[in-house]
């Protein structure tokens, strides 16, 4: 079940060979907090390191200068792709997360959740992108996680079911007190859901904004921050939604 403690982050540097052999520092000072029932969402162009931070976060990757924290609990992760078993229904790739420590999950109602409800009995083959990502989603809210990373859910998503779906995990850390860590490229998506906003920028990329987004009541502080960010982070303004359903 979702419990307290916090996700440390430290990263001094984070290195890749590079194609003449040359290690080239992707990540470097990136240095952050986050806590129960947080919303954070990285933002950053193409290539800025977020899906590498996400795998520090997560500890598949350990080879950086730095440490983390993590919280107790279980972790649920979604990845850029959807990593569905094909042989298996989606119901299937859901029960896969089943062990001594993790109960059956009720598999109607997380597919509900994500507008699935009756894509039960297929396989991935007959699923579009954007259904796989959403199946991936639920099955990684099927181990009840106390943290949740997802990279890039709501590409080939169009904009009703980005919303629903943001909406699903803003639900998610309010009310259960999940911790979601979501990297994404959509400021404006960012600010209807997020509870902070971090921002990875340049080369070797770092922490160039770590900004609390304010009350969604709040309609002017909120275009006041937007309007931040685009002055700040002109990449943040391209258009780069794939509305792909």
């Given at each position: 079940?979702?419990?307290?403690?916090?996700?440390?982050?430290?990263?001094?540097?984070?290195?890749?060979?590079?194609?003449?052999?040359?290690?080239r520092a992707v990540l470097r000072d990136v240095?952050?907090?986050?806590?129960?029932?947080?919303?954070?969402?990285?933002?950053?162009?193409?290539?800025?390191?977020?899906?590498?931070?996400?795998?520090?976060?997560?500890?598949?990757?350990?080879?950086?200068?730095?440490?983390?924290?993590?919280?107790?609990?279980?972790?649920?992760?979604?990845?850029?792709?959807?990593?569905?078993?094909?042989?298996?229904?989606?119901?299937?790739?859901?029960?896969?997360?089943?062990?001594?420590?993790?109960?059956?999950?009720?598999?109607?109602?997380?597919?509900?959740?994500?507008?699935?409800?009756?894509?039960?009995?297929?396989?991935?083959?007959?699923?579009?992108?954007?259904?796989?990502?959403?199946?991936?989603?639920?099955?990684?809210?099927?181990?009840?996680?106390?943290?949740?990373?997802?990279?890039?859910?709501?590409?080939?998503?169009?904009?009703?079911?980005?919303?629903?779906?943001?909406?699903?995990?803003?639900?998610?850390?309010?009310?259960?007190?999940?911790?979601?860590?979501?990297?994404?490229?959509?400021?404006?998506?960012?600010?209807?859901?997020?509870?902070?906003?971090?921002?990875?920028?340049?080369?070797?990329?770092?922490?160039?904004?770590?900004?609390?987004?304010?009350?969604?009541?709040?309609?002017?502080?909120?275009?006041?921050?937007?309007?931040?960010?685009?002055?700040?982070?002109?990449?943040?303004?391209?258009?780069?939604?794939?509305?792909g359903e």
């Open positions: 079940m979702p419990g307290a403690g916090v996700l440390e982050l430290h990263i001094r540097e984070k290195r890749f060979a590079s194609a003449d052999a040359r290690p240095h952050f907090s986050a806590g129960p029932g947080e919303v954070v969402a990285l933002l950053g162009q193409s290539g800025a390191g977020k899906s590498t931070l996400l795998r520090i976060a997560l500890g598949l990757d350990q080879a950086f200068d730095g440490r983390v924290t993590r919280p107790a609990g279980r972790i649920g992760v979604v990845f850029q792709e959807p990593l569905l078993l094909p042989w298996l229904t989606v119901a299937e790739n859901l029960r896969l997360v089943v062990t001594a420590d993790v109960p059956e999950p009720d598999i109607p109602a997380l597919l509900a959740a994500v507008g699935l409800a009756d894509a039960a009995s297929r396989r991935p083959a007959q699923l579009s992108l954007g259904m796989a990502r959403r199946a991936s989603v639920a099955r990684a809210l099927a181990v009840d996680p106390a943290v949740l990373v997802l990279d890039e859910p709501f590409v080939s998503l169009d904009r009703q079911l980005a919303g629903t779906l943001g909406g699903l995990l803003m639900s998610r850390a309010h009310k259960q007190g999940t911790l979601v860590l979501v990297a994404m490229h959509d400021v404006e998506h960012a600010l209807a859901i997020a509870d902070r906003i971090l921002v990875l920028h340049g080369r070797p990329a770092v922490l160039a904004a770590d900004l609390a987004v304010p009350d969604r009541g709040d309609a002017a502080a909120l275009e006041g921050l937007r309007g931040e960010l685009l002055t700040r982070f002109a990449f943040l303004a391209a258009d780069e939604t794939d509305d």
